[in-house]
């Protein structure tokens, strides 16, 4: 299993994952609406990282624990499935989900000082 890391670094990877890795998905996509959903994750894993920047996260809240790992799982399922582009539907549901992941760990996270 992947090793966990806090929850920006979770964000960092994820967003990294699905911006370095855009393009591949993209052309993967069969139709408009993939395309709009990957469009919309992008964005939203974009923001969720640009938005970490400043949060301070306590990774020894359970809650905050369990989205760090769900996300981090997330990623290495994207990553390590990149080559089957066939099932595109099944990538873009795990985008989906550690898109999600990243904006609920936003929501738990307090903001610093700046």
């Known amino acids: 299993m992947e ?24 052309d ?12 919309t ?12 920047r400043d949060r301070l996260f306590t990774n020894d809240d359970p ?5 760090v790992k769900k996300l981090a799982a997330a990623t290495d399922q994207l990553t390590t499935n990149l080559g089957d ?9 795990v985008v989906d989900a550690g898109t999600s992941f990243a904006s609920r760990l936003i929501a738990l996270g307090a903001r610093g000082s700046s």
């Open 85 to 93: 582009l066939e099932d595109i539907a099944r990538l873009l549901g």
């Open 41 to 52: 994750d992008y964005v939203n894993s974009r923001d969720a990282f640009w938005e970490a």
């Open 3 to 26: 090793q966990v890391t806090g929850g920006f670094e979770a964000i960092r990877d994820h967003y990294f994952s699905v911006d370095v890795n855009f393009n591949r998905l993209f």
């Open 63 to 67: 809650l905050v624990s369990d989205l």
């Open 28 to 39: 993967a996509c069969v139709n408009d609406s993939q395309k709009d959903q990957l469009r």
